[in-house]
């Protein structure tokens, strides 16, 4: 058994959604598909749908989290908000969570929403989802950040809020790296030298990320991926990133309940394929541990206030 972080997720939208419950449920992740790790570490993503009202979005996310929150105590999972907290979690191997927004459409053109997401437990917040939205364009764009949005870049610096970057367009990704303050993420963006998909990063942004101290962490989703995905193409981002002195950097962030998986990975339980997979091609143990929870566990101890 070993221990695994993971850097998005959709599940607590999932659950919400579909009335279901974090300690089991059909979605790809649930408490007892965990239960195969030691400790299980998850950022959990609150997604802004792009196809309704920034302010239903805005009051969504209060019953989405209420939701969330009431399935974590009923499962004993700690909602980490410092450092501190989580730093205990890890040293007592208990599963903890992290609170996120995806897409940033629901603070509309209000700053002061930054505000009340930090005090509702937001720690890390991704930019943009699809298409155009007050803070600028999504990966499918050419557009980068509005004049709004370098606010938002800075406001989030400020409230020590984490910058996901992952759906970002290739010109929001770079002006938000000349903006910031702090370490960004790519919480679920895989490699564009390997499969060509404006979801992926180049090779520029991946250094760039990792030169400030960030983390990017590999998607599972099929169609950013490869043709006809299986878990090998899946390495094939890692072994590139690796190539990049990413060692230190490349996590997981696989899209659960978010996207359609590759071939092989049915749900959080088959997770630990991938360690055999990495002893078969000759990771050494660090290695393998750095990519299923060390390197993830280093940024957020790092960063997380």
């Known amino acids: 058994m070993i221990n695994y972080t993971d850097l998005h997720c959709d599940t607590a939208f999932d659950i919400y959604k ?93 700053l002061s929403r930054l505000d009340v997401l930090r005090q509702n437990d937001v720690r890390v917040f991704t930019l943009v989802w699809g298409g155009n939205c007050d803070i600028g364009g999504a990966h499918n764009t050419s557009d980068g950040l509005t004049d709004f949005g370098r606010k ?38 895989n490699s564009k030298a390997v499969f060509n998909h404006s979801r992926n990063l180049t090779d520029e942004q991946f250094r760039e990320i990792k030169r400030t101290g960030g983390v990017v962490g590999i998607s599972l989703c099929s169609p950013h991926v490869a043709e006809d995905a299986g878990i090998k193409d899946i390495i094939k981002h890692i072994d590139y990133y690796l190539s990049l002195d990413g060692e230190d950097t490349v996590c997981f962030g696989c899209d659960f309940d978010g996207a359609p998986l590759v071939d092989g990975i049915a749900d959080l339980s088959d997770m630990n394929k991938f360690v055999g997979e990495f002893e078969k091609i000759g990771y050494n143990e660090t290695l393998i541990r750095k990519i299923m929870y060390e390197n993830a566990d280093n940024f957020i101890v790092n960063n997380l206030r």
């Open 18 to 110: 579909t009335y279901s419950r974090l300690k089991k449920n059909s979605a790809h992740v649930d408490i007892e598909k965990s239960k195969i790790f030691i400790r299980y570490s998850q950022i959990f993503a609150i997604w802004s749908e792009n196809d309704i009202e920034n302010d239903e979005n805005y009051d969504d996310f209060f019953k989405i989290r209420s939701y969330f929150l009431e399935n974590l105590c009923e499962n004993n999972i700690i909602l980490c908000k410092t450092s501190e907290q989580y730093k205990d979690c890890i040293e007592k191997n208990l599963n903890s969570a992290i609170l996120a927004v995806e897409g940033g459409k629901l603070i509309s053109n209000d």
């Open 152 to 189: 938002v870049v800075s406001k989030l610096n400020e409230l020590n809020i984490i910058i996901d970057i992952s759906h970002s367009s290739e010109k929001m990704v770079y002006e938000t790296l000349e903006i910031t303050k702090s370490p960004v993420i790519a919480s679920h963006s």
